[in-house]
């Protein structure tokens, strides 16, 4: 098997001058918390878009389990256009991973998610099919929700906030492919965040529905973040962010937030200090819709547990803000990738009698 290497996946970067404006952070994996809580699990969520709408999406999963704690998953997803979506997942028990605190490595089975300057690292491999992406982010991590809250979300922090990324992937024989025979496929230049996440509760009882935005990078360098995330009584928890070109990232308290024509359209007020921002978000199209209980077997389903019911759905969009202080304004605008996460099973349709 041919994989890339950080170091020349790095002289695959520099040569195509991906970040020749753009400061380079090096970053971390969050350590696993391993809680002996029999609630607790914790993810390591890799989002992408591509230029081609092709979408990336991988969770790295610790669950504990009844008679497997700390069972480690690896779930994810290429999505490219006019294409079905390709599935690659293994399950593990505690003796089939591995987190490695001086590699800055999460290993599960086959596939790894490492980090060190200048970036991070996630290689998936198995029958199904091989991917190798790189990405890396101006922005220091951003914690998201802080544990402990009053409305009892879980811990929640942007590892790797608004990210560029350049990927390849190739069909394994599971799928009709020739795997590590065959030929890689280049997905190219996109942008997307890594997510950290710590429950100590089921997630369906915390989070209903969560809608992330992520939004590219304009001309000026400006990086837009939203989330709201709804609990199952009803509250709210809206974030917005706003990243400059350096990496500097500023949080704003919003005031209101309506979604419209069928949540399709987004309209934002927010404020820090003496900068107002005011926007809209815009759900160009569908590009992914993904439901995680389809994809697993008997014992992976009551591995995920409530993480199984699980409905995700990418849009590619489009933002528009104005950020005014002091009686100046600056326009910024450009293309996002947004999601609408739902919690909880999916009814049947009630089937109705024949005559």
């Not at 092709?54 to 994810?76: C, D, E, R, Y």
């Amino acid at each position: 098997m041919v994989m890339w290497t950080r170091q020349n996946l790095l002289c695959v970067f520099l040569s195509l001058a991906v970040f020749v404006s753009n400061p380079v952070v090096g970053g971390q994996i969050p350590a696993p918390a391993l809680l002996k809580n029999s609630k607790y699990s914790e993810s390591w969520d890799q989002q992408f878009l591509f230029e081609n709408n092709t979408v990336i999406s991988s969770q790295f999963l610790i669950v504990n389990m009844p008679f497997s704690k700390f069972h480690g998953m690896m779930v994810a997803t290429v999505k490219e256009p006019q294409k079905s979506t390709v599935v690659i997942k293994n399950g593990r028990r505690r003796s089939g991973w591995n987190f490695s605190g001086e590699d800055q490595k999460l290993t599960i089975f086959q596939h790894e998610l490492s980090a060190s300057t200048p970036g991070f690292l996630m290689q998936l491999h198995n029958t199904a099919a091989e991917v190798d992406l790189l990405f890396t982010t101006p922005a220091q991590a951003i914690p998201l929700v802080d544990a402990g809250g009053k409305l009892g979300l879980p811990q929640i922090t942007l590892y790797a906030p608004p990210a560029r990324a350049y990927a390849r992937w190739r069909a394994g024989p599971e799928i009709g492919g020739l795997g590590p025979e065959g030929e890689w496929s280049t997905i190219g230049h996109g942008f997307g965040y890594g997510l950290h996440t710590v429950h100590t509760k089921p997630m369906n009882a915390t989070i209903k529905r969560w809608r992330r935005f992520t939004g590219d990078r304009t001309s000026d360098g400006y990086w837009p973040l939203f989330h709201v995330i709804e609990t199952p009584g009803g509250d709210r928890k809206i974030i917005m962010i706003l990243t400059t070109p350096l990496g500097v990232s500023t949080r704003f308290d919003v005031t209101d937030f309506t979604a419209s024509e069928g949540d399709k359209n987004w309209r934002i007020k927010a404020h820090a200090g003496e900068n107002q921002l005011t926007g809209t978000i815009t759900l160009s199209h569908q590009l992914e819709r993904f439901r995680l209980k389809d994809q697993l077997n008997g014992l992976e389903k009551l591995a995920a547990g409530s993480l199984a019911d699980i409905s995700r759905t990418h849009y590619e969009a489009t933002y528009r803000f104005s950020l005014t202080k002091k009686g100046v304004t600056k326009l910024f605008e450009g293309r996002a990738m947004a999601e609408d996460i739902q919690m909880g099973a999916v009814k049947a349709k009630r089937r109705r009698a024949r005559r």
